[in-house]
């Protein structure tokens, strides 16, 4: 097998890792700090605080279900479909301008993650088919 084609499926792993380990890394960060994500979450849902602990139990699950083989296209799907119902609480924090302790405030930041939204997703999808390894002939 030449390094090019190991190269790209070595960068895939890495990378899918570094998206694992940042989805638990946040989703525990929903734990330890659930009134700041808190106050981002859209006035009309219910319940806030739950949301919160709900939407990081699932990042939680998502980066570790995408470090297991077995798991990983799951995870992937499950991350998308996270992503896309965080959503809101993305454009309710740029609209509203809505500071998070520990990160910078700044409003362009908020409007500049939004389409970094969409980023995120496409990364996610890059493991929703799971790659045969190759025959030895």
Do not use: C
Not at 57 to 69: A, M
Not at 92 to 111: C, E, K, R, T, V
């Amino acid at each position: 097998m030449s390094d090019s084609n190991v190269q790209p499926s070595r960068q895939k792993a890495i990378l899918k890792w570094v998206l694992g380990f940042s989805m638990i890394t946040v989703g525990i960060l929903h734990f330890v700090y659930p009134d700041q994500f808190a106050k981002i979450v859209p006035p009309p849902l219910p319940a806030p605080v739950a949301l919160v602990y709900i939407s990081g139990l699932f990042e939680i699950l998502g980066g570790i279900g995408l470090l297991i083989p077995a798991l990983s296209v799951l995870a992937a799907w499950g991350l998308i479909a996270l992503f896309i119902a965080v959503f809101p609480a993305n454009i309710n924090q740029a609209f509203n301008s809505i500071p998070i302790d520990g990160i910078p405030h700044h409003p362009w930041l908020y409007w500049v993650r939004l389409p970094f939204q969409a980023v995120l997703i496409a990364w996610a999808y890059w493991y929703t088919n799971q790659e045969r390894e190759p025959q030895n002939l």
